[in-house]
């Protein structure tokens, strides 16, 4: 029996603009080990947007390879599920955004660029994804608020820093120490106002590519 299609999503998108993109999806938290063996019907398709590895272990490509080999349409993006679709690329499934395209490519490597902390009750992420970092300050570079040397430094300095510490206030606090307190609140200010969430938008790519597959219509935001 071919159910409707299920999507593994966490902190990455809010569930209430998910259900818009993919109405009558069957949403589900970040997806751990053994999850996909608790399906009781195969999906039309599946997406996977989060998943644990910090909490619990991860899922591994061994228990998403069979679904592909069945014929089952498989998309990953943002986080957990970009780090799959790069291993599982050439089996068949489908990596999605931005992100995935940065793995594919090479330029990043690090399964830590998307690892973050959340609370397991609300799915609230409690620290900022590195890539999320990256690429805003990339964007900001773009705006013309910080040059490359800055832009590499803040970075790099991020990156030394344990994944469940990195937040917006951390790098804040290094923005004013590299920029000084008047560049470093336009920084903010920018930030809270128009920076990129690169693993929302990509969350966003996959479930408008599911919605197409499965012909779902998403539903007019007003």
Same mark, same amino acid.
């Not at 809010?14 to 970040?30: H, S």
């Not at 998309?75 to 995935?100: D, H, N, Q, W």
């Not at 594919?104 to 999320?132: C, K, M, Q, W, Y």
């Given at each position: ?6 999507? &593994? ?6 569930? $209430?603009?998910?259900? =818009? ?7 589900? !938290?970040?997806?751990?080990?053994? %999850?996909?063996?608790?399906?009781? $019907? ?7 947007? $989060?998943?644990? &590895?910090?909490?619990?272990?991860? #899922?591994? !490509? ?13 998309? +990953? ?9 790069? =291993?599982?690329?050439?089996? +068949? ?6 992100? &995935?395209?940065?793995?594919?490519? +090479?330029? /990043? #490597? +690090?399964? %830590?660029?998307?690892?973050?902390? &959340?609370?397991? =009750? ?5 620290? =900022? ?15 013309? /608020? #910080?040059?490359?040397?800055e832009l590499i430094g803040i970075t790099r300095r991020m990156k030394a820093v344990y994944f469940p510490e990195r937040t917006r206030e951390r790098l804040f606090i290094e923005a004013n120490q590299r920029l000084g307190e008047e560049r470093a609140s336009a920084v903010r200010e920018w930030w809270l106002r128009a920076a990129p $969430?690169?693993?929302?938008? %990509? ?12 012909? #779902? ?6």
């Open positions: 029996m071919v159910s409707r299609p299920v999507v &593994f999503l966490g902190p990455s998108l809010a569930c $209430d603009e998910a259900l =818009e993109l993919l109405p009558g999806a069957n949403f589900r !938290p970040p997806i751990r080990r053994g %999850d996909l063996r608790g399906l009781l $019907d195969t999906p039309e398709a599946i997406g996977i947007v $989060d998943g644990e &590895f910090f909490q619990s272990l991860a #899922i591994s !490509p061994k228990e998403i390879l069979p679904l592909l080999q069945k014929g089952v349409r498989v998309y +990953g993006s943002s986080s957990m599920g970009t780090l799959r679709a790069v =291993e599982l690329a050439r089996y +068949g499934m489908t990596g999605v955004g931005r992100i &995935f395209e940065l793995f594919r490519s +090479g330029r /990043l #490597i +690090g399964e %830590d660029e998307v690892a973050l902390t &959340f609370d397991p =009750e609300t799915l609230r992420p409690l620290s =900022e994804p590195l890539v999320n970092m990256r690429l805003a300050l990339s964007a900001a570079r773009e705006a013309g /608020l #910080i040059s490359l040397a $969430d690169a693993k929302a938008e %990509d969350a966003r790519m996959l479930l408008r590519t599911m919605a197409k597959v499965v012909m #779902i219509e998403p539903i007019a935001r007003k």
